[in-house]
């Protein structure tokens, strides 16, 4: 029998003493994408709040985090100013299987509550993050991925010291290095959690 993956969220929110339902608005979803699997979500929320994300913790096939609504300021002017973000957090490269994600929502320091359970499956295949293709001299590095997450493509000529050569903030792109001088390279892209404008 398969252990469900499990992620804990706990949403809180504190806004110069009045209490709203955390976040001000949330739309979750997981997806795996080249292999690595995603918490993707649309939040929109007041304009001198943010949605922190903290880092996801692994024990065997549970996962835990935590999402909090912060204020960074009080702002008693602020009745309707909210903007939307697109949010990425990786989980990880999971098995493939079934999983459920529960999401806990916590308010004002309240414990949390059970908020929303996901169910989904990690597929057994689901391409892959980097492509490199080589022409001549010339190396075509494509990246797989989703909004909001973060790409960073480094590079190494020993496998121990890698150096990182271009980053992008959202889903696909591709990238194109001259290898005349270093015929001899390794890459390979570390996937981040990021934020981004909504369009």
């Given at each position: 029998?398969?252990?469900?993956?499990?992620?804990?969220?706990?949403?809180?929110?504190?806004?110069?003493?009045l209490a709203q339902t955390p976040p001000s608005s949330?739309?979750?979803?997981?997806?795996?994408?080249?292999?690595?699997?995603?918490?993707?979500?649309?939040?929109?929320?007041?304009?001198?709040?943010?949605?922190?994300?903290?880092?996801?913790?692994?024990?065997?096939?549970?996962?835990?985090?935590?999402?909090?609504?912060?204020?960074?300021?009080?702002?008693?002017q602020c009745v309707d100013c909210y903007y939307t973000?697109?949010?990425?957090?990786?989980?990880?490269?999971?098995?493939a299987g079934d999983y459920q994600l529960l999401v806990?929502?916590?308010?004002?320091?309240?414990?949390?509550?059970?908020?929303?359970?996901?169910?989904?499956?990690?597929?057994?295949?689901?391409?892959?993050?980097?492509?490199?293709?080589?022409?001549?001299?010339?190396?075509?590095?494509?990246?797989?991925?989703?909004?909001?997450?973060?790409?960073?493509?480094?590079?190494?000529?020993?496998?121990?010291?890698?150096?990182?050569?271009?980053?992008?903030?959202?889903?696909?792109?591709?990238?194109?290095?001259?290898?005349?001088?270093?015929?001899?390279?390794?890459?390979?892209?570390?996937?981040?959690?990021?934020?981004?404008?909504?369009?």
């Amino acid at each position: 029998m398969k252990t469900p993956l499990v992620i804990a969220l706990t949403i809180g929110s504190i806004a110069a003493g009045l209490a709203q339902t955390p976040p001000s608005s949330w739309a979750p979803s997981v997806q795996t994408v080249g292999g690595v699997t995603y918490l993707v979500g649309t939040a929109t929320v007041l304009g001198c709040h943010e949605i922190q994300f903290s880092p996801v913790t692994t024990a065997g096939t549970n996962l835990q985090m935590t999402v909090e609504e912060v204020v960074y300021y009080p702002c008693i002017q602020c009745v309707d100013c909210y903007y939307t973000n697109l949010t990425a957090t990786v989980l990880g490269h999971l098995a493939a299987g079934d999983y459920q994600l529960l999401v806990d929502a916590s308010l004002l320091g309240e414990p949390p509550s059970p908020w929303l359970v996901i169910h989904f499956t990690v597929p057994t295949q689901s391409g892959s993050t980097l492509f490199i293709t080589r022409a001549d001299s010339n190396v075509q590095i494509a990246v797989n991925g989703v909004p909001a997450a973060t790409y960073v493509l480094q590079t190494s000529a020993t496998l121990t010291n890698w150096t990182p050569v271009y980053t992008n903030s959202g889903s696909a792109f591709q990238f194109s290095s001259d290898v005349t001088e270093a015929p001899f390279q390794f890459y390979r892209v570390q996937v981040q959690s990021g934020t981004i404008p909504s369009p």
